[in-house]
């Protein structure tokens, strides 16, 4: 029954975007991109957990660069700009070429093509930035005999899949998805074609730390890898909304097929290239998101250090609530502080003389039983942009912490709540 009810609502799901991609076959692209704005602006207002990552992730993006009025201001820009680009990409999917040319300008783009057949074909990396869904038609507009395909993480609904798959694929675009293995991406680039790689998605612990923004974050390793294994070039891709339904693209030629670049060289070029226009970025994503067990990345991730200039400069303050210190939990937190280079580590505790460790903030705190005053310390604590709470409310020995299945809960009002309700405490809401 659960497998019938979700087939029924993609089919739903289905319905309702062939609706409006019939629909908007009558409507001028400006005027798809306005009610795309439209829907950002109420988006914003009703999704409020989603906005809740917006702002989080453009503090630590912006925040040293950026008043919170700023950074408010640049979170409706997100909104309106990513529901704009999210609707027009419906329209431009069915456009007649020439059309949608109209709706283009370039940058770069003529030398794109000489220094793919020169290098024995190319990488194009780029984030998910303004109407992406263009790019799936570069090859129309730009590649000429090149052949062209990209990276593909099929969608969960399989009958827009199957539809978004099928298109793509008629105008001559390959699509690879992870399960298709390394190979038939590789030939496409030793054929002398140009591999279209979306590499800002968080890769989790598949993936290779490297400062991102200055903040260690998790970044896929395929770029770097078929690049080595292809010796090809690299160039990235940039999609800025320049008006209502109309785009810039830029092409940026990063390496020679001669040049060696690593996962931190492709973090920075995608930096640079969100930099251009944040407001048309994809930032919905938990883009910096700890482990749900932080002390479980000790020794099992590197740290990607690189020639360029990206480095750990801003640090994800990780707070931990102890009710009293012991001496035998000194060493585990005191290699928690040295191990994470990204890690502010301030102990809670209501304790009145804490011990003096390397590394390690202590703040005194009222006792997590003092329901109301606990929950508006923390509440100014959020203020200053505090991000992370690790709430261990007993003494722990060293074992005992490092195995911990404590989580990290996410300093909103939702997770802090759930996480005081899991310890048997209810907390009063945080208005």
Not at 19 to 24: G, H, K, L, R
Not at 136 to 149: C, K
Not at 412 to 427: H, K, P, R, S, V
């Amino acid at each position: 029954m659960p497998k019938q009810s979700k087939k029924i609502g993609w089919r739903i799901e289905y319905t309702i975007y062939r609706t409006i991609e019939t629909a908007f076959r009558f409507l001028p692209i400006s005027l798809c991109y306005k009610i795309g704005v439209g829907v950002g602006i109420l988006s914003e207002k009703i999704a409020t957990k989603r906005r809740r990552t917006v702002v989080r992730n453009l503090r630590i993006a912006f925040g040293d660069e950026q008043t919170n009025e700023q950074i408010d201001q640049l979170t409706s820009q997100v909104f309106r700009h990513n529901g704009g680009n999210l609707l027009a990409s419906i329209k431009t999917a069915t456009m007649p070429i020439e059309k949608l040319r109209q709706c283009l300008t370039f940058e770069g783009a003529e030398d794109v093509v000489k220094f793919v057949k020169e290098n024995k074909g190319a990488i194009l990396v780029l984030p998910h930035m303004g109407n992406w869904e263009v790019g799936a038609r570069l090859n129309e507009l730009v590649y000429e005999d090149l052949g062209s395909g990209g990276m593909y993480r099929p969608l969960n609904n399989p009958y827009l899949d199957s539809l978004m798959k099928a298109r793509r694929e008629r105008t001559g675009t390959q699509l690879f998805a992870r399960n298709d293995g390394m190979s038939p991406p590789l030939q496409l680039i030793r054929d002398k074609g140009i591999l279209g790689i979306l590499a800002d998605q968080r890769a989790g612990f598949a993936g290779q730390v490297t400062p991102f923004f200055g903040r260690l974050a998790s970044f896929s390793p395929l770029p770097q890898i078929y690049k080595k294994r292809t010796k090809c070039g690299l160039v990235s891709l940039a999609i800025i909304t320049t008006g209502a339904g109309r785009w810039k693209i830029k092409y940026t030629i990063e390496a020679s097929s001669t040049d060696s670049i690593n996962t931190a060289d492709i973090a920075k070029i995608i930096e640079r290239l969100m930099r251009l226009s944040p407001q048309d970025c994809f930032w919905v994503q938990d883009r910096w998101k700890l482990e749900a067990k932080p002390l479980a990345l000790i020794g099992k991730l590197p740290v990607i250090h690189s020639a360029s200039s990206n480095s750990v400069d801003k640090k994800q303050q990780l707070g931990i609530y102890l009710e009293s210190t012991l001496s035998d939990q000194h060493e585990a937190l005191t290699r928690l502080a040295h191990h994470r280079p990204d890690i502010q580590l301030v102990c809670f505790s209501p304790e009145s003389s804490p011990p003096t460790l390397d590394g390690i903030t202590f703040v005194q705190c009222p006792k997590i039983s003092e329901q109301s005053n606990f929950t508006a310390f923390l509440q100014q604590r959020d203020q200053e942009h505090f991000l992370d709470l690790l709430l261990i409310p007993q003494p722990s020995h060293v074992d005992e912490f490092e195995n911990s299945l404590t989580s990290i809960h996410h300093f909103d009002t939702q997770n802090l709540n759930q996480a005081l309700e899991n310890l048997g405490i209810a907390a009063e809401p945080i208005s």
